[in-house]
């Protein structure tokens, strides 16, 4: 479908529903662009497992400080009163129960709420749940950001999930690009879907039983333009320590 959001207009979606005030984590991958997309009456308090608290946008080209980064190596401003600590600490903080949201990427989703995004079968590399797993347990609320089916079609919404457990009844809502969808006691609850999109249409390509809200609404963002994604060059980090 050619009106399907982009992660940007995700990620725009995601942030009007994070309160003022909140203490936020966002996930490596599309999470991290939610920072960009606060509204400016709105004070959100962001945490990188990093280390850094009171993160602000991404910054201008000409004011990128590759010692200031985010846990997906992308750089990142500091607000007013924002720091940066140990990594001890920052997992703390996670575990503490001091997170109000955190924003994640999913690869499967349970409609009993269980979460699996760090592990797929034809990944060759050393299993690595990493800090998502500290976030899926301690976030008071957990917000997901993926696409509604896979690369091929497969339904990523499911009774159960299938791929390896990150968190178990962990999930508060997930945000696609054709819809939101509210995990409940009774199961997936479709709150917004994108115009042009009906039940009909999600439930067709979904694994699992979808209801409809009964104050749904229709999905709608400003049109966002994908941006050029910046990463730390190889060596900058280690050639500034040396």
């Known amino acids: 479908m050619k009106n399907r959001l982009n992660r940007c207009e995700i990620a725009w979606r995601v942030a009007r529903d994070i ?4 203490y936020v984590n966002l996930g490596v991958g599309m999470p991290l662009a939610v920072a960009d997309y606060v509204p400016e009456d709105r004070e959100v308090i962001f945490h990188s497992e990093n280390g850094v608290l009171g993160m602000g946008p991404k910054p201008p080209d000409d004011q990128i400080d590759w010692d200031l980064t985010n846990a997906g190596k992308m750089p ?11 990594h001890a600490d920052s997992f703390s903080m ?22 699996a995004n760090w592990i797929l079968p034809d990944k060759k590399q050393a299993p690595a749940v990493g800090g998502a797993m500290d976030l899926a347990a ?19 919404l499911l009774p159960r999930c299938k791929l390896p457990l990150t968190g178990v009844g962990c999930v508060t809502s997930v945000y696609t690009d054709v819809a939101i969808v509210d995990v409940t006691s009774g199961g997936f609850v479709v709150r917004e ?7 009909d249409y999600l439930q067709a390509r979904c694994g699992a039983k979808l209801r409809l809200a009964d104050n749904w609404q229709v999905l ?10 910046k990463q730390v060059p190889p060596g900058v980090a280690a050639a500034k320590r040396a």
């Open 19 to 22: 309160p003022n005030g909140s």
């Open 76 to 86: 990142v401003t500091l607000l007013p009163g924002g720091c940066f600590f140990h």
């Open 94 to 115: 996670i575990r503490g129960g001091h997170i109000d949201i955190c924003v994640l990427g999913a690869y499967e989703v349970g409609e009993n709420g269980d979460l």
């Open 138 to 156: 301690g976030a008071k609320k957990v917000f997901l950001m993926m696409d509604f089916c896979s690369k091929d079609g497969e339904p990523k």
């Open 193 to 199: 879907m994108i115009e042009g999109v009906d039940l």
């Open 220 to 229: 709608k963002t400003p049109k966002i333009d994908l941006p050029e994604v």
